[in-house]
């Protein structure tokens, strides 16, 4: 389910960002010789319009067609080939000869730029598309950073945060959503952090030397959760328990969280034991049954969840394209990380695999729309980089052009062109590699 969501998602967006390209090409009347799913190399591919032999028997007229339609047999992307245009394909032959009146070559430098643009922008739009569907219909929902205590993990600890804090802020920053108080600390390079211990407000100063950790640390935040009763489940023997009822401790050992009673159910499975309740304003000694997986068959308390519901689809365009440009931001910052070798964050950069361990192992289409629209805008900030080979290098050279008047030699933009995709090919090697050693470990 995984493999097969990943490859649905990706197939999704490449085709959307190179419908963008060749949207624009054929509003300008620019050739485009070729779409391609996934690349074809030499004579092997998956399809063709032209070169499948079953397709142009049912379908003789596509071979007169201008584009050639196909799938290739490398899943790593996709392409859209523009005649006149130095992309990675590489067609250097066609350089060679007299600019054609169809070509892109002979645009102008505003009308290249908008070719070059269009993938980046239905990339974008795409997200926001998806994301007012996903607040039309499901809304939002998050756990409140505001009375949320943490339960931090090991390396949260050596940074000072201890179990019951409740964070404030960040430096200036007053964190909203308590699920990306680990992102917010990366992201933002937190030099301090006002935290609310029992009564007292303490500023912590965190060790930036931590902060490359801290980017592959998994769950620096839990959520602290007070082991409250909401219900016994039923069939459970334990119904001399009530909601509301507060456990405190089982066979004399202290449980202040829900995390904490864990390994002390753990080693009384199977035993009846007695609990310390506290009821309203009494504290009793309750027995209670622990089964052999180490539970007492009830259900807790859940943390305060913040429901935000848009009841009209003006609400849930304005929902959407915040989200959307939260999402960019977040991820510029992440690109930001990535480029400072100190941090350590270019250990996180993942490929396929890594994408694919984030979809659900079953269904879920709140979830899948989630992923697709965060990875359309990953695909069109990526492709905005100024690295020759992407997007971003050919908008780069452009815009000079515009500025200076004066155009890139084809010499030049070739030579650019093979730096890129070694510079790409690195950081694939990269990604690769990462998601390689983590699944060793």
Not at 90 to 105: I, L, V, Y
Not at 137 to 156: D, E, F, R, V
Not at 328 to 333: A, N, P, V
Request: hydrophobic fraction near 45%; include cysteine.
């Amino acid at each position: 389910m995984k493999i097969l969501q990943v490859i649905l998602a990706l197939s999704i967006l490449i085709l959307l960002h190179e419908l963008g390209h060749y949207t624009f090409a054929k509003i300008l009347r620019i050739r485009v010789e070729k779409f391609f799913l996934f690349f074809d190399i030499g004579k092997s591919f998956i399809f063709s319009t032209k070169r499948s032999r079953w397709f142009t028997k049912l379908f003789p007229k596509a071979l007169d067609w201008e584009t050639e339609y196909g799938i290739g047999v490398l899943p790593l992307g996709g392409y859209c080939k523009i005649a006149g245009m130095i992309d990675e394909s590489m067609d250097t032959e066609q350089m060679k000869q007299a600019p054609k009146s169809w070509e892109f070559r002979t645009r102008n430098p505003w009308q290249r730029l908008l070719v070059m643009s269009g993938g980046v922008l239905y990339n974008f739009i795409f997200a926001i598309l998806v994301f007012i569907a996903i607040a039309g219909i499901w809304g939002q929902s998050y756990i409140s950073n505001s009375g949320s205590k943490i339960y931090p993990n090991g390396l949260a600890q050596e940074m000072g945060f201890e179990v019951g804090d409740e964070i404030l802020a960040f430096d200036d920053y007053e964190p909203q959503n308590f699920g990306m108080l680990q992102a917010d600390l990366v992201r933002r390079k937190v030099h301090t952090a006002k935290v609310l211990r029992g009564s007292d407000t303490l500023t912590l100063y965190i060790d930036q030397a931590m902060m490359s950790r801290a980017i592959e640390s998994q769950l620096m935040f839990d959520i602290a959760i007070p082991f409250i009763i909401d219900s016994v489940a039923a069939g459970s023997p334990n119904t001399i328990l009530k909601r509301g009822d507060r456990i405190i401790s089982f066979d004399g050992q202290e449980v202040q969280y829900l995390q904490d009673s864990r390994e002390v159910l753990a080693s009384l499975a199977g035993r009846e034991v007695a609990a310390g309740v506290v009821r309203e304003a009494d504290t009793l000694s309750v027995p209670v049954q622990v089964d052999s997986a180490g539970r007492i068959g009830v259900y807790m308390r859940t943390p305060s969840i913040i429901n935000e519901s848009y009841d009209n689809l003006g609400e849930a365009v304005v929902a959407g394209i915040k989200l959307t440009g939260e999402s960019i931001s977040g991820y510029l910052q992440d690109l930001r990380l990535l480029a400072t070798p100190s941090t350590g964050a270019y250990k996180s950069v993942g490929s396929f695999i890594a994408i694919g361990q984030v979809f659900p192992d079953v269904w879920d289409w709140y979830r899948f729309m989630y992923i697709l629209a965060l990875l359309s805008i990953m695909l069109g900030v990526m492709n905005l980089l100024p690295i020759p080979g992407l997007d971003g290098g050919h908008i780069l050279f452009t815009v000079y052009e515009i500025i200076s008047g004066r155009k890139p030699s084809d010499k030049f933009m070739i030579a650019a062109q093979w730096i890129g995709m070694i510079l790409l090919l690195a950081l694939m090697l990269l990604a690769f590699g990462n998601d390689i050693g983590r699944l060793i470990k």
